[in-house]
Each structure stands twice: as structure tokens, then as C-alpha cells.
């Protein structure tokens, strides 16, 4: 390659473009890109010449998506001026593919195929990509292809391998799971929830919501949201919320200790007053509304809580200027994971002592944290306290306990309202109030995921 440079005449196109053939051949990128715009300032609409460039930046991009976007761009005027180049739609599956468009990729891949059947490279990546979306059987058919054309290529073979291991293995942990990148795919919160967060009832539970079903919601606010948006929709359903400044496992923990009201709690009657304020709830109504309920649903809230000097809990609330001078007298901390499932694992025993059967789903909050005396950025804080409550319901989870499942709400909101906006505030502009619109969804979602057939045929409507 060296002595083909010392004697390159720049302003030759066919010497360039055959070092440039060269150059790509032995994936020498950048000098084929260097040369290849010495042809296209000779000869701009030269179709191989854009062919080639297109798929050394595809190569050469890493993932930076502004210049695969560049190769595609140029790929297709490639494709506009020779539309029956066959290894042009292979170098525009290829960047379509390091794009993660992954069907449109294939469309470019089977139409390159369609002009040389032959093309093992085309094959491949269109085996490639079926296998990660998850199309084992096609992406098999496919590696088959490719040994009907070159019988001892040892990328089929080892595919092959891995997949018919996949099939017969009872040792995997799970299904596979890839992060969803395109941002096409958050286009419509419904649609996305529904295909990257929800289970699908992944948990074995089943069906167990009908018509007559008996809903409570426990916790936040947004358990309230979650009551009042079940009620739209035609289902019972109560709520007894705990405000969500102090809406911790401590609290919630404390306020079934009052409700039962047998002795057995460590916390003292100040705080058990002031829980059942903060509650709003006659005892005995909220005892039957336990035993009552087919379906608990508990909507954690915050991981930070006041403690004495003897780290006992103690229930503040009140605005913020208050909590602040209660902040200099008491111990303002986020509360451990082990002290959280500790927690949980009490309020799942206080449950079950109300009502023996009921279907309990803990989900967590996404209301950010109001203030936080413990961190200088509210966000830091919200984001170790809705860290430390996810992770202690999963510790939980794990426990096997019969009739307890996990619902994402707080990922539907939080994460997929990275990329999908107006999550909160379409009423009131604010930050800290879900939209609506969002509730709405989570609740059809879970209507959809445990309902009966009947429900399901009424969600066609919402």
C-alpha cells in the first residue's frame, strides 16, 4: 500500500478509487476515506465513490449516532443514482443496523440479497440482527442460508451452536432483554410501557381482578391518584394515604400497629397519634376496609425520616420552614435498605393478619422528595431515596412470599419519562404532581396485565 501512495495521482478518480477499494478491503478506513473525497471532488454523484464513504464512516463512528446518520445520509444518494447496487444496500443495512433500526435494516439487507443471493456478508448481519431481536428461529434459518453458500463458515456454525444451546438449556436465568434505543419507540407512553416495562404477568399470579373486585390503596399520594383513577374507570376502590412528605416504611409500618391496636409495636403512642392524624382514619373503618379489600395496593414513598437521639422514629410534618427547625433538633437520614425490608416484611405480616388472602402489590412512588435536610441537592437526595425503597421491595421479593407482586409505576414515570415528555404537571404546570394522562395509562396497564377477560374487553374504550 505504500509504494501504490508514492506514485497516487490525485487528480486520476480510477487510481483513487482502486486504492480505495483497497483500503476498505483491508479495512483501512480512514485512508479510504481520504482518498474517496479525492474521487467525489472529481466526480461528486459518483455513486461507488458515496458507496464507499458511507460505509468506512459507518465503520469508523464508533456509535456517535450524528455520523451514522451522516453514512446513511450519503448512502442513499449512493442508492438514488445506482439503485441496483447490491453491496451499496449492504453497507446501508450495515449502518442502518449500528443505528439499531433494526428493521429497516433488514428491508436493506433483503433487497441487496434480492440482487446477489450469494452475499454470505448480507446473510450474516440479516442473522445478526434477527438474533437480537430476539428471532432465534428466523436468525437460525438464516445461518442455515449461509451454509447452503459456504458450508464451512465458521461464524454460522457457531451461531447455530449458540442458538440450538439456547433452546434446549434449562439453565438460563431469564428471557433476554435489551434497552430500547431508537427514540421512535417512546413515541406513545401506552406502547412503550406496555413493551418495555410491564411483565405481562411474568409473576405467575395471573388473572385476579374482576368487576367486583375491592381495591385499596395505601401510601402516597399517587396511591390516591391510582384510587380516584380506578374509580373513573368503574372500579371500587378506597384509599387511605399517608402524606408524602413522611410517606416512609416507618410510617406505614406504624399506622397497621395502630390500626391493630394489640400492643405489639416499638413505637411510642405520641407516634401512633400522630400517624393516625396524619391519616385521617377512624380505626375500626380502617381495620374493616383491610379485611374487606381483594387487592392492597402500597405505594412507597420516601426513604428519609426523623429519628430522637435515641434513633427512634418520630412522624414530622408540617411546611417546610417547620420541618427545617425540626430538621436542627432531630436526625434527618435516609433510612438503610436492611431497615427498610425489615420494615416491609412487618407490614406484609400486618396484612396478612387483617386479610389472609388478599393480593398485596407494593409499588413505589414516583412524587419526588419534597426537601431533604441530609443533601445539598433535592435530587441526589430523591434519587438514593427512591434507590433505597426499590431495592428493599426486590430484597423482599425475593423472600418468596406468596400473593405479593411488584408494580412498575415509578419506572413507567421516571425512566421512560426520560425520553417521553409531559410524565407530570399537565393540570398545574407543576413538577412534583403525575399528569393525569400518565395515571390513567399505568392503571389500564394493570388492568390489562390482571384483569379478567371482561375487564379487558372494557379497556378498549379508555
Known amino acids: 500500500m505504500e509504494s501504490q501512495k508514492i506514485f497516487l495521482n490525485p487528480n486520476d478518480p480510477d487510481q483513487c478509487m482502486e486504492i480505495a477499494s483497497k483500503c476498505v478491503a483491508s479495512e483501512q478506513y480512514g485512508e479510504a476515506r481520504k482518498l474517496l473525497n479525492l474521487c467525489l471532488n472529481l466526480r461528486p454523484d459518483w455513486p461507488l465513490a458515496l458507496a464507499h464513504l458511507g460505509f468506512c464512516l459507518?465503520?469508523?463512528?464508533?456509535?456517535?449516532?450524528?455520523?451514522?446518520?451522516?453514512?446513511?445520509?450519503?448512502?442513499?444518494?449512493?442508492?438514488?443514482?445506482?439503485?441496483?447496487?447490491?453491496?451499496?444496500?449492504?453497507?446501508?443495512?450495515?449502518?442502518?443496523?449500528?443505528?439499531?433500526?433494526?428493521?429497516?435494516?433488514?428491508?436493506?439487507?433483503?433487497?441487496?440479497?434480492?440482487?446477489?443471493?450469494?452475499s454470505v456478508q448480507a446473510h450474516l448481519l440479516m442473522a445478526r440482527i434477527l438474533s437480537e431481536k430476539e428471532e432465534f428461529q428466523e436468525a437460525k434459518k438464516m445461518y442455515n442460508q449461509v451454509l447452503e453458500i459456504d458450508d464451512g463458515n465458521e461464524v454460522a456454525l457457531r451461531e447455530l451452536e449458540l442458538i440450538n444451546w439456547l433452546k434446549k438449556s434449562t439453565r438460563i436465568p431469564g428471557t433476554?432483554?435489551?434497552?430500547?434505543?431508537?427514540?421512535?419507540?417512546?413515541?406513545?407512553?401506552?406502547?412503550?410501557?406496555?413493551?418495555?416495562?410491564v411483565s405481562g404477568?411474568?409473576?405467575?399470579?395471573?388473572?385476579?381482578l374482576n368487576d367486583e373486585t375491592v381495591t385499596l390503596t395505601l401510601g402516597s399520594c399517587f396511591a390516591r391518584n391510582l384510587a380516584s383513577a380506578l374509580v373513573e374507570l368503574g372500579f371500587p376502590a378506597t384509599n387511605f394515604s399517608i402524606g408524602e412528605v413522611v410517606n416512609s416504611t416507618y410510617a406505614n409500618r406504624y399506622f397497621l400497629d395502630w390500626v391493630a391496636d394489640d400492643g405489639d409495636t416499638d413505637a411510642n403512642d405520641e407516634v401512633l397519634e400522630q400517624i393516625a392524624v396524619a391519616v385521617s382514619a377512624e380505626r375500626n373503618s380502617a381495620k374493616e376496609a383491610l379485611r374487606n379489600a381483594n387487592v392492597i395496593v402500597y405505594t412507597l414513598g420516601v426513604a428519609p425520616c426523623f429519628f430522637d437521639r435515641d434513633e427512634r422514629f418520630f412522624l414530622a410534618s408540617g411546611r417546610k420552614l417547620g420541618l427545617a427547625k425540626l430538621a436542627s433538633e432531630y436526625n434527618f437520614r435516609t433510612t438503610t435498605v436492611a431497615e427498610n425490608v425489615n420494615n416491609i416484611e412487618r407490614i406484609i405480616a400486618r396484612l396478612r393478619q387483617f386479610n389472609p388472602n388478599a393480593i398485596i402489590v407494593f409499588s413505589v412512588s414516583p412524587v419526588p422528595l419534597s426537601v431533604s435536610f441530609e443533601f445539598n441537592s433535592p435530587i441526589v437526595a430523591d434519587c438514593l431515596s427512591k434507590s433505597t425503597l426499590r431495592v428493599s421491595i426486590e430484597e423482599v421479593m425475593r423472600n418468596g412470599h406468596h400473593g405479593i407482586l411488584y408494580w412498575p409505576s415509578f419506572e413507567i414515570v421516571r425512566w421512560?419519562?426520560?425520553?417521553i415528555p409531559d410524565m407530570y404537571g399537565e393540570e398545574d404546570d407543576g413538577t412534583t404532581h403525575v399528569s393525569a394522562r400518565v395515571v390513567k395509562i399505568i392503571m389500564k396497564l394493570f388492568l390489562e396485565t390482571y384483569g379478567s377477560e371482561s375487564i379487558k374487553g372494557q379497556l378498549k374504550d379508555i
Open 416 to 419: 421512560l419519562g426520560s425520553y
Open 176 to 197: 433476554f432483554s435489551s434497552w430500547p434505543i431508537p427514540q421512535s419507540l417512546y413515541a406513545d407512553l401506552e406502547i412503550a410501557a406496555r413493551n418495555f416495562v
Open 58 to 118: 459507518a465503520k469508523e463512528s464508533g456509535l456517535e449516532r450524528k455520523t451514522l446518520n451522516k453514512a446513511v445520509e450519503i448512502l442513499e444518494k449512493s442508492l438514488a443514482l445506482e439503485t441496483d447496487s447490491s453491496h451499496t444496500h449492504f453497507y446501508l443495512g450495515y449502518a442502518k443496523y449500528r443505528l439499531q433500526k433494526y428493521d429497516s435494516a433488514l428491508e436493506s439487507l433483503a433487497s441487496g440479497i434480492s440482487m446477489d443471493p450469494n
Open 201 to 208: 404477568g411474568e409473576d405467575g399470579i395471573g388473572a385476579f
